[in-house]
C-alpha cells in the first residue's frame, strides 16, 4: 500500500526546533520562520551539539547574515509558491514588502549567494509543485497553470520541459505507467 502525504515544511521544521530547543533546555522565542532568538547564549560545545542534532533532521543553523537572508529569500517563495492561496502580486513586490528590502538588493544578494537567479529559483519551485499536482491527479493542466500563476498552460508546459526535459503530458504518463508498474496490488495479482 502506497501513502501520498502532503506535508507542510514550515510547521514540521518548527516542530523539530521546538523539541530540540525544550531537550536542549533552552529558553527561546520564535520571531519568524527560521529565526529564533535564545535568552541565553551557548557556549561553544553546547553549540556544536545542538548545530550537529538539527544537521541530523536536515535543519542548518546558519552563521552568516547574508546567508540567513538568502535562505529567507528562499523560504519566502516557497511559501508564495505552494500556497494554497492565489497570490496577486508579482514575485518581485511580495518579496520586497515580506523582507523589507529593495528587489534589486534581493536579486543581488540571492545571485551572488546561490549562484542562480531568483526568478531560475522560482520556475524550478513551480515546476517541482507542478509534478506534485500532477501526480496528484485532482487538478488539470489549466488548472495547475492558473494556481501557479502561468499565463497560459503553453507556458507551464514550455518552462516545464525546458527544466525537465519532458511535457507535463509526457511525465503524467510516466508516472502513471510507473504508479501501475509499482503498485503491490499488481504484483500480487501477477503472482
Given at each position: 500500500m502506497k501513502l501520498y502525504v502532503k506535508f507542510d515544511i514550515n510547521t514540521l521544521c518548527r516542530k523539530v526546533l521546538?523539541?530540540?530547543l525544550r531537550e536542549h533546555g533552552l529558553r527561546y522565542r520564535f520571531?519568524?520562520?527560521g529565526e529564533v532568538e535564545?535568552?541565553?547564549s551557548l557556549n561553544h560545545d553546547q553549540h556544536v551539539i545542538f548545530r550537529n542534532k538539527?544537521?541530523?533532521y536536515g535543519i542548518e543553523v546558519i552563521e552568516n547574515?547574508?546567508?540567513a537572508l538568502v535562505q529567507k529569500i528562499k523560504d519566502a517563495?516557497?511559501?508564495l509558491v505552494f500556497s494554497d492561496e492565489i497570490i496577486p502580486v508579482k514575485a518581485s513586490v511580495y518579496l520586497a514588502?515580506?523582507?523589507n528590502h529593495s528587489y534589486g538588493y534581493l536579486s543581488n544578494l540571492f545571485s551572488e549567494i546561490a549562484c542562480t537567479s531568483i526568478e531560475n529559483f522560482i520556475i524550478l519551485q513551480k515546476i517541482e509543485y507542478a509534478k506534485e499536482l500532477i501526480v496528484g491527479g485532482r487538478q488539470n493542466l489549466t488548472e495547475i497553470a492558473r494556481k501557479l500563476n502561468y499565463s497560459s498552460v503553453a507556458h507551464l508546459s514550455s518552462q516545464f520541459k525546458n527544466t525537465t526535459g519532458l511535457t507535463p503530458s509526457q511525465f503524467q504518463k510516466i508516472m502513471a505507467k510507473r504508479k501501475r508498474l509499482y503498485?503491490?496490488?499488481n504484483h500480487k495479482m501477477q503472482s
Open positions: 521546538d523539541q530540540q520571531l519568524s520562520f535564545l535568552y541565553e538539527l544537521a541530523d547574515q547574508k546567508t517563495i516557497v511559501q514588502e515580506k523582507l503498485n503491490p496490488l
